[in-house]
């Protein structure tokens, strides 16, 4: 499986976000705005993700995901559950620092609720960057390894393009 699809569900404030396939950068837009409108939701009272069936996840990815939780333990005092069964994914998830993140589970993630494909979104090429940027400034906050990692390609998104910062 290499296509990329992320689906969601949910049942009364309790969400399920499933990414399938090698999930990219292309699905940014579609995640920033599922978050936004969970989180506006008055009665959210739970996030999982569920990567079981990712064969990739990019650092744009991850660093929405890391957003999300940060965010989740921010507003409503409780980290997110992750559940992953793929060797490599867990192998990127600890490299990546989400033990300090999420509630890790190494499991099927089991839930009763239908999902619903969350369709990519086209978005202007300035407000990809600016997603892309603030997902990997949130990575590089998570640690020195991964500061180190993506520093040099968020000086390169920060440049100014035609006289104006990015």
């Not at 369709?119 to 906050?141: G, I, W």
Request: charged residues 25%; contains cysteine; proline residues 3%.
């Amino acid at each position: 499986m290499s296509d990329c699809r992320i689906c969601a569900a949910s049942n009364a404030g309790a969400h399920v976000l499933k990414l399938e396939g090698d999930v990219r950068l292309t699905m940014c837009t579609a995640l920033d705005q599922y978050f936004q409108s969970m989180f506006g939701e008055l009665d959210f009272v739970s996030v999982w993700v569920d990567v079981t069936e990712a064969d990739g996840l990019d650092s744009t990815t991850l660093g929405m995901l890391a957003q999300l939780a940060i965010q989740t333990k921010e507003r409503f005092a409780f980290r997110p559950a992750i559940f992953s069964t793929n060797p490599s994914i867990d192998r990127l998830l600890d490299t990546m620092g989400f033990d300090q993140l999420f509630e890790r589970r190494n499991e099927p993630c089991n839930s009763d609720t239908a999902v619903e494909e969350i369709p990519a979104v086209a978005s202007a090429e300035a407000e990809v960057k600016r997603q892309v940027l603030e997902a990997h400034r949130t990575l590089m906050s998570m640690s020195d390894e991964n500061a180190g990692a993506f520093r040099d390609l968020v000086r390169t998104l920060e440049r100014p393009e035609d006289g104006h910062l990015a």
